[in-house]
């Protein structure tokens, strides 16, 4: 069975490593799954662990995280209304 090599698109034998890659790279990175990347491509700019989410949202938008959505009653009035003509419907 062959794969090809994540790094140089080379088919190289299942088990193996990519005979062109591990000449490139220093042996104890050519240890090294080929598909692993180099700590130093982590260049993600991902937050920390410690992220406070609120803080963050607060400094990005200047008010509060959460604001209540608040549904006025005569939406449950009217959901109720659709809802009983629905029935009514079902019955006719
Ligand atoms: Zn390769």
Not at 9 to 23: L, N
Request: net charge positive; charged share 30%; with cysteine.
């Amino acid at each position: 069975m062959k794969y090809l090599c994540p790094t140089c698109d080379r088919e190289v034998a299942v088990g193996s490593h990519c005979p062109r890659c591990i000449k490139k790279k220093p042996r104890r990175k050519a240890a090294r799954k080929s598909w692993e990347q180099e700590p130093s491509a982590d260049g993600l700019d991902l937050p920390d662990e410690d992220f406070d989410y609120d803080d963050f949202v607060a400094r990005e938008f200047g008010h509060a995280p959460h604001r209540k959505i608040g549904i006025t009653w005569y939406w449950y009035a009217v959901a109720l209304l659709l809802l009983a003509l629905m029935l009514i419907g079902l019955f006719i």
